[in-house]
Structure formats: structure tokens, C-alpha cells
């Protein structure tokens, strides 16, 4: 059997980076929650991103404009629309299991919304460069301005991060991501837990397995550092931060590996019953499962990154069935399901989902069959919180070079800034007015002179 020292562990540990992974988990101080409501929120990335004219569709005599615009490629039929009740848009036909959400008051659509740096319509965007967002159009770019909400700058951090800044911590992070890290999560002060969407959380570098060769040797030197030592107070600390760890772990896999009763039980296709397998419907799947244990884990506060790839649909994006259709089902499936399994725990008025995406793409199709980068785009929001069945903003002029378009092809100037739709609903998720310019550092423009947040909540 190999034995090492605790001298020698020291060093093996560092080396093996399970100590870094152990880090994610009770490194914060144990503050107590301060609020006894609970609220959460899902922000779901689409990369790459979503053509979401074709998301949401007029069905009234904006059709005729609409179809001539995006040409026979990539126009939707219209008779293939999901109709959205009281409003005069309906959905792609792939995302028909969000019309029960709509019906039941859980949908909202905000359209036409994108990165800026200042308010600015056509006259402007031609007269004053230095009123755009830099490097529009650019996957990393925008997907940078959307995260860290600065539009003209290189951002170090992202709204999700300065997010857990603010927020009361608990032993385990109240912002989770099951998506991998990326600038979103990215605080000044506090650090994000990134989980996996399948198994449990791990010991990095060990192996309780293998008991044999380097893995076994580094979890047996694990286990042996944890053991209570009178050695000396570091080696006593020590022992006793990672044996909390190693708690919390096993608190952690409890919530991610055990199912609560019924919960996944609501990701499934409702044509067809199947048990969802993307990736997306994983991800919100075990979203479902940490919001159940909100009280184990002692949050009165959850923020939580998801994510969805492959919108960049430069050729055979498709209409109503293809490449792009596909996607949109997964997203719709995943999201009604997890509407649902919010509501078998009496938590659809506690929780909201929302999406967000780099940019929203050119509305002519161009000759392969796709559609190229472009800016303003439309959104999706559930959750029982909000005011029911409500389209906000304005489906811009489809008119190509248009006074809606900042080019000929349909890219269209957005008229809701990403901080008046993300910033409605971390105000709900309970951000401190004082605290909104922290969050989102160019606040001060979006919230004055005729500016605000999305009137989305009730």
C-alpha cells in the first residue's frame, strides 16, 4: 500500500488540483440567509445565435411583409403557426409545447432586444459610430456584451457573477452553472459553483474506485488529510475544512443524483411521452433538482447559467422543419418541462426562466440557405411571476434597408436594451435598487429619461 506523509500530501494535493476542486464548496463564510421568500432565476444562453425571427411570427397583415422579407428559404408557413391567444404573433411550429405555457399565463415574448451602449435608431447608427456596441456581429464580442453588459469595453466580469457578489452566501454558491464556466459567472468578490449534468460531483485527481496505482494513492492521501490532527493548528484546520468539504459534497450529490418524487418526471414529450434527452432538458432537469433542495442547501436566493449551441445557421437552417426547428424543439420542450416540474413543487410564482442569445440573425436568407449575424432579436421568458400572455416591445419594420434596418439584408436596430430585459428581472430576483448599477454598470442610461426595465412582472 502507498503511504505518504502529511508533508508530502501537502505537495500532492497542490499538484493534483483536489484541493481546487474542493475549493468551489465552503470557502465562503456561512452568512444566513436574509430573505425567507424564495426566488430563482435561468438564464439560458442559445450560442451561436438564434434566428429568432422565425421564433416569433406576426400573424396579422404583417405576415405578407414578413414572408416577402425572409423569402421562400426561411419564410413559415402561415398556417403552421402556433397560435399565441389574444396576441397577433404565434410560435416557430416546432415549439408548440410552450402554447400551454402562454394559456396558462407563463409567457412572455420581449421582442427586438440587443446589445447597446446608448439609445440609437437609424439616423444615428449611420451619423454616430461611436454610439454602437464595438465589433458588432462578432460571435465573442457580442456574446461578451451580453455577458458583462459593457458594450463598449472589454468586460473582466459578468452580470451573473456581480449577481453573487451581492447576494447572501451560504456555504454552497447561490449562483450555479451547468453549463461549464464562461464570463457570465465571473464575480469581483464571489465564486460560482459549476456542476455536471450527469454523475455527481467528483474529487478531482482521485479515484474512490481504484484503490490501486496514482488515483487510489491520492484518495487514500485525501481521506488520511482529512483525519482530525492535533499535529499542529494549520494541519487541525485543514482537516477540518476539507472533511466540511467532503459534507458537502455528499450534500451536493444528494441533491444532483436523487431525483425528488416527480420532478423528472416532467421533462418529458408530450406527443409522444418520451423521456427528453438533449442536453438542454438535462440541464434544466437538474436545475429542477437543486431548486427542490433549496432547503437543504439553505438559499433563499438561486441564479443558475444553462446553455443551448448550434444556432449559427449559415446554411440549412431550414423553416418549418430543419436544422434550426430541431433546436427550437429541444428549447421548448426543455422549458415547458421544467415550467411544469417548477409547478409540482408550488414554485412557478418563485421561478423565471429567460433566454438570451449573441445576437438575432439576418432576416433575408442568403443563398445557402441559412441566415448570417446581425443584432436585435426576440426573447423568451417563463415563469408564474410574470403578467400573463404579454408581447413587449415592437416587431421592427420588415422592410429591407428599411428604417428599422442597419443594412439592406434586415439586421435590425434593437429597441429594447439587453439591460431594460435582463435588468426587469433581476429586480425581481430581488436586487437592491442601489445595487442595479453594481450589477449593470451602465444602468443610469437604461433607467431614466423615458427608460426603464420590462414591465414584465405583475
Same mark, same amino acid.
Given at each position: 500500500m502507498t503511504t505518504l506523509s502529511r508533508r508530502s500530501f501537502g505537495k500532492l494535493a497542490a499538484g493534483t488540483g483536489a484541493l481546487a476542486a474542493l475549493s468551489q464548496i465552503g470557502r465562503s463564510s456561512a452568512l444566513a440567509a436574509t430573505s425567507t421568500d424564495f426566488r430563482a432565476t435561468v438564464g439560458i444562453f442559445l450560442y451561436g445565435g438564434n434566428d429568432s425571427w422565425n421564433m416569433i411570427v406576426p400573424t396579422d397583415a404583417r405576415y405578407a411583409g414578413?414572408?416577402?422579407?425572409?423569402?421562400?428559404?426561411?419564410?413559415l408557413p402561415q398556417a403552421s403557426l402556433v397560435p399565441l391567444t389574444g396576441s397577433a404573433y404565434?410560435?416557430?411550429?416546432?415549439?408548440?409545447?410552450?402554447?400551454?405555457?402562454?394559456?396558462?399565463?407563463?409567457l412572455n415574448v420581449v421582442l427586438n432586444t440587443g446589445?447597446?451602449?446608448?439609445?440609437?435608431?437609424?439616423?444615428?447608427?449611420?451619423?454616430?459610430?461611436?454610439?454602437?456596441?464595438?465589433?458588432?456581429?462578432?460571435?465573442a464580442d457580442e456574446q461578451a456584451h451580453w455577458q458583462g453588459l459593457l458594450a463598449r469595453d472589454n468586460a473582466t466580469d459578468g452580470?451573473?457573477?456581480?449577481?453573487?457578489?451581492?447576494?447572501?452566501?451560504?456555504?454552497?454558491?447561490?449562483?450555479?452553472?451547468?453549463?461549464?464556466?464562461? @464570463?457570465?459567472?465571473?464575480? %469581483?468578490?464571489?465564486? &460560482?459553483?459549476?456542476?455536471?449534468?450527469?454523475?455527481g460531483? #467528483?474529487?478531482? /485527481? !482521485?479515484?474512490?474506485?481504484?484503490?490501486?496505482?496514482?488515483?487510489?494513492?491520492?484518495?487514500?492521501? @485525501?481521506?488520511?488529510?482529512? %483525519?482530525?490532527?492535533? &499535529?499542529?493548528?494549520?494541519?487541525?484546520?485543514?482537516?477540518? #475544512?476539507?472533511? /466540511? !468539504?467532503?459534507?458537502?459534497?455528499?450534500?451536493?450529490?444528494?441533491?444532483?443524483?436523487?431525483s425528488p418524487p416527480g420532478t423528472d418526471a416532467y421533462f418529458v414529450d408530450p406527443a409522444t411521452g418520451t423521456a427528453l434527452s438533449s442536453n438542454i432538458a438535462k440541464q434544466l432537469m437538474r436545475i429542477a433538482r437543486?431548486?427542490?433542495?433549496?432547503?437543504?442547501?439553505?438559499?433563499?436566493?438561486?441564479?443558475?447559467?444553462a446553455t443551448q449551441g448550434s444556432y449559427d445557421t449559415h446554411s440549412a437552417q431550414g423553416a418549418a422543419s430543419g436544422t434550426q426547428a430541431n433546436l427550437l424543439k429541444d428549447l421548448a420542450l426543455a422549458m415547458a418541462g421544467f415550467y411544469n416540474a417548477m409547478g409540482s413543487l408550488g414554485l412557478q410564482q418563485n421561478v423565471t426562466a429567460f433566454t438570451m442569445s449573441d445576437f438575432g440573425r439576418t432576416f433575408r436568407g442568403n443563398a445557402s440557405g441559412g441566415s448570417d449575424h446581425a443584432w436585435g432579436g426576440n426573447h423568451l421568458v417563463v415563469g408564474g411571476a410574470l403578467k400573463p400572455q404579454l408581447i413587449h416591445g415592437k416587431y421592427p419594420d420588415t422592410t429591407l434597408g428599411g428604417a428599422d434596418d442597419a443594412d439592406t439584408v434586415g439586421r435590425f436596430i434593437p429597441t429594447i436594451a439587453q439591460e431594460e430585459y435582463l435588468g426587469a428581472i433581476m429586480r425581481w430576483h430581488g436586487v437592491a435598487a442601489t445595487d442595479m448599477s453594481y450589477v449593470f454598470p451602465n444602468w443610469a442610461t437604461w433607467n431614466a429619461n423615458g427608460r426603464g426595465p420590462v414591465p414584465m412582472f405583475a
Amino acid at each position: 500500500m502507498t503511504t505518504l506523509s502529511r508533508r508530502s500530501f501537502g505537495k500532492l494535493a497542490a499538484g493534483t488540483g483536489a484541493l481546487a476542486a474542493l475549493s468551489q464548496i465552503g470557502r465562503s463564510s456561512a452568512l444566513a440567509a436574509t430573505s425567507t421568500d424564495f426566488r430563482a432565476t435561468v438564464g439560458i444562453f442559445l450560442y451561436g445565435g438564434n434566428d429568432s425571427w422565425n421564433m416569433i411570427v406576426p400573424t396579422d397583415a404583417r405576415y405578407a411583409g414578413y414572408a416577402a422579407s425572409r423569402g421562400t428559404a426561411l419564410a413559415l408557413p402561415q398556417a403552421s403557426l402556433v397560435p399565441l391567444t389574444g396576441s397577433a404573433y404565434g410560435l416557430h411550429p416546432a415549439m408548440a409545447a410552450l402554447q400551454p405555457v402562454w394559456n396558462a399565463g407563463g409567457l412572455n415574448v420581449v421582442l427586438n432586444t440587443g446589445t447597446l451602449y446608448a439609445p440609437i435608431d437609424k439616423t444615428l447608427y449611420n451619423s454616430r459610430p461611436d454610439l454602437r456596441p464595438t465589433n458588432l456581429m462578432s460571435h465573442a464580442d457580442e456574446q461578451a456584451h451580453w455577458q458583462g453588459l459593457l458594450a463598449r469595453d472589454n468586460a473582466t466580469d459578468g452580470f451573473l457573477g456581480r449577481l453573487n457578489d451581492k447576494l447572501a452566501q451560504n456555504a454552497i454558491s447561490p449562483v450555479m452553472s451547468f453549463a461549464g464556466s464562461d @464570463l457570465i459567472l465571473l464575480g %469581483q468578490q464571489k465564486q &460560482a459553483l459549476v456542476l455536471p449534468i450527469a454523475g455527481g460531483v #467528483t474529487r478531482n /485527481g !482521485a479515484n474512490t474506485g481504484s484503490p490501486n496505482g496514482a488515483p487510489g494513492a491520492r484518495e487514500a492521501a @485525501l481521506v488520511a488529510f482529512a %483525519q482530525p490532527s492535533d &499535529a499542529s493548528l494549520i494541519f487541525s484546520q485543514t482537516s477540518g #475544512t476539507i472533511t /466540511g !468539504a467532503y459534507g458537502l459534497v455528499d450534500q451536493l450529490n444528494s441533491a444532483l443524483v436523487t431525483s425528488p418524487p416527480g420532478t423528472d418526471a416532467y421533462f418529458v414529450d408530450p406527443a409522444t411521452g418520451t423521456a427528453l434527452s438533449s442536453n438542454i432538458a438535462k440541464q434544466l432537469m437538474r436545475i429542477a433538482r437543486m431548486i427542490a433542495s433549496r432547503d437543504t442547501l439553505g438559499h433563499a436566493r438561486q441564479a443558475y447559467f444553462a446553455t443551448q449551441g448550434s444556432y449559427d445557421t449559415h446554411s440549412a437552417q431550414g423553416a418549418a422543419s430543419g436544422t434550426q426547428a430541431n433546436l427550437l424543439k429541444d428549447l421548448a420542450l426543455a422549458m415547458a418541462g421544467f415550467y411544469n416540474a417548477m409547478g409540482s413543487l408550488g414554485l412557478q410564482q418563485n421561478v423565471t426562466a429567460f433566454t438570451m442569445s449573441d445576437f438575432g440573425r439576418t432576416f433575408r436568407g442568403n443563398a445557402s440557405g441559412g441566415s448570417d449575424h446581425a443584432w436585435g432579436g426576440n426573447h423568451l421568458v417563463v415563469g408564474g411571476a410574470l403578467k400573463p400572455q404579454l408581447i413587449h416591445g415592437k416587431y421592427p419594420d420588415t422592410t429591407l434597408g428599411g428604417a428599422d434596418d442597419a443594412d439592406t439584408v434586415g439586421r435590425f436596430i434593437p429597441t429594447i436594451a439587453q439591460e431594460e430585459y435582463l435588468g426587469a428581472i433581476m429586480r425581481w430576483h430581488g436586487v437592491a435598487a442601489t445595487d442595479m448599477s453594481y450589477v449593470f454598470p451602465n444602468w443610469a442610461t437604461w433607467n431614466a429619461n423615458g427608460r426603464g426595465p420590462v414591465p414584465m412582472f405583475a
